[in-house]
């Protein structure tokens, strides 16, 4: 177990996107979110207090968590005197980034010393097996986006909360790192084994009872070159009974790919049904998550109105408006 509460390590991160990690975390679970420690040039803030790490220490803090989400999931030298300073000071260190915290061994050698851990999530835990398509009792829902970082979880989880409040059996499926830091368990599915993909969903959504919804958090996009391989896994692995569209209007261009746009929410709907109808050919398309942070309400509110009126499906920012309308889509499905 990861010893609570957190400092969410921000880094020298270039924008809030690359923080998406500790935002998460700031966001789902703010109580263990004691406070943020920034590089000069970080460009994210959460809007927690900013400590050194003698100050997290005397606070309370047990962990510093790697709140970067960078390109490749390296961990940076520039950062490595803050990690071995809280290794230092006794604090464990927890991170989702490919680039394992037990492979420096600089970090390594000082855990040992101090008899502190390294905990590096998005290493697979489990065999997974390879995906047999059979269905599953229960019903699942996935989170599907135009592109990277648009929304997917925060979709999820708004969902299972919603369905939670209408008395629905409702609960979250983590697959990527910051979920597994939300929830304490999940499948770090861009780590896995290409083959064992899609296995790993159906493990991680297993049979469930008939009015049971399983909210399986999004990775990816079917239309962004680096991480098409992680979504179509998900689709097939979940065999969702239930697609919500996700979306982040205004972007330039596909997060990391400067020379491709964004798909259209109807690409994206016509391909993603298309994909999932060959594991459910009872899937459906029941609504679309907006993400709205960049606007004000009354541009959020009407940008909201005017898909809905195009797309023909309920429409709303989840974490702004609620899920409610999204939850009441999943009727009689």
Same mark, same amino acid.
């Given at each position: 177990?990861?010893?609570?509460?957190?400092?969410?390590?921000?880094?020298?991160?270039?924008?809030?996107?690359?923080?998406?990690?500790?935002?998460?975390?700031?966001?789902?679970?703010?109580?263990?979110?004691?406070?943020?420690?920034?590089?000069?040039?970080?460009?994210?803030?959460?809007?927690?207090?900013?400590?050194?790490?003698?100050?997290?220490?005397?606070?309370?803090?047990?962990?510093?968590?790697?709140?970067?989400? *960078?390109?490749?999931?390296?961990?940076?030298?520039?950062?490595?005197?803050?990690?071995?300073?809280?290794?230092?000071?006794?604090?464990?260190?927890?991170?989702?980034?490919?680039?394992?915290?037990?492979?420096? =061994?600089?970090?390594?050698?000082? @855990?040992?010393?101090?008899?502190?851990?390294?905990?590096?999530?998005?290493?697979?835990?489990? @065999?997974?097996?390879?995906?047999?398509?059979?269905?599953?009792? #229960?019903?699942? /829902?996935?989170?599907?986006?135009?592109?990277?970082?648009?929304?997917?979880?925060?979709?999820?989880?708004?969902?299972?909360?919603?369905?939670?409040?209408? !008395?629905?059996?409702?609960?979250?499926?983590?697959? #990527?790192?910051?979920?597994?830091?939300?929830?304490?368990?999940?499948?770090?599915?861009?780590?896995?084994?290409?083959?064992?993909?899609?296995?790993?969903?159906?493990?991680?959504?297993?049979?469930?009872?008939?009015?049971?919804?399983?909210?399986?958090?999004?990775?990816?996009?079917?239309?962004?070159?680096?991480?098409?391989?992680?979504?179509?896994?998900?689709?097939?692995?979940?065999?969702?009974?239930?697609? /919500?569209?996700?979306?982040?209007?205004?972007?330039?261009?596909?997060? !990391?790919?400067?020379?491709?746009?964004?798909?259209?929410?109807?690409?994206?709907?016509?391909?993603?049904?298309?994909?999932?109808?060959?594991?459910? =050919?009872?899937?459906?398309?029941?609504?679309?998550?907006? *993400?709205?942070?960049?606007?004000?309400?009354?541009?959020?509110?009407?940008?909201?109105?005017?898909?809905?009126?195009?797309?023909?499906?309920?429409?709303?920012?989840?974490?702004?408006?609620?899920?409610?309308?999204?939850?009441?889509?999943?009727?009689?499905?």
């Amino acid at each position: 177990m990861i010893e609570r509460p957190y400092l969410l390590f921000l880094g020298d991160a270039p924008d809030k996107l690359a923080a998406k990690v500790a935002q998460g975390i700031r966001d789902w679970r703010p109580d263990n979110a004691v406070g943020q420690l920034r590089l000069p040039g970080c460009k994210a803030d959460l809007g927690l207090p900013d400590l050194s790490i003698g100050e997290a220490v005397e606070a309370g803090v047990k962990t510093l968590v790697i709140g970067v989400a *960078n390109r490749g999931g390296v961990i940076s030298p520039a950062w490595k005197t803050v990690l071995i300073e809280a290794l230092e000071a006794g604090l464990d260190i927890a991170s989702g980034l490919h680039n394992l915290l037990r492979d420096e =061994p600089e970090l390594a050698e000082r @855990a040992r010393e101090r008899g502190r851990q390294l905990h590096d999530v998005r290493v697979p835990s489990v @065999a997974y097996p390879i995906a047999n398509g059979r269905p599953r009792t #229960g019903k699942r /829902v996935l989170a599907v986006g135009t592109d990277c970082s648009v929304g997917k979880m925060y979709t999820a989880l708004c969902l299972e909360k919603a369905l939670t409040e209408k !008395g629905v059996k409702a609960t979250f499926r983590a697959t #990527g790192q910051t979920g597994i830091l939300i929830t304490g368990e999940g499948v770090p599915l861009d780590a896995v084994i290409a083959d064992f993909m899609a296995g790993s969903i159906e493990y991680l959504t297993p049979d469930n009872e008939p009015d049971h919804w399983d909210l399986i958090e999004g990775q990816g996009s079917l239309f962004h070159a680096s991480y098409s391989g992680v979504t179509l896994a998900l689709i097939h692995g979940g065999h969702p009974d239930a697609l /919500v569209l996700c979306d982040e209007p205004g972007r330039p261009h596909m997060r !990391g790919l400067p020379d491709y746009r964004l798909p259209s929410l109807e690409a994206l709907r016509d391909l993603a049904l298309s994909m999932a109808r060959i594991v459910n =050919p009872d899937c459906k398309v029941v609504g679309i998550s907006l *993400n709205t942070s960049a606007l004000d309400d009354e541009a959020a509110l009407k940008l909201c109105e005017e898909t809905e009126a195009r797309m023909g499906l309920p429409t709303v920012d989840p974490f702004r408006h609620g899920a409610k309308r999204l939850a009441d889509a999943l009727d009689g499905l």
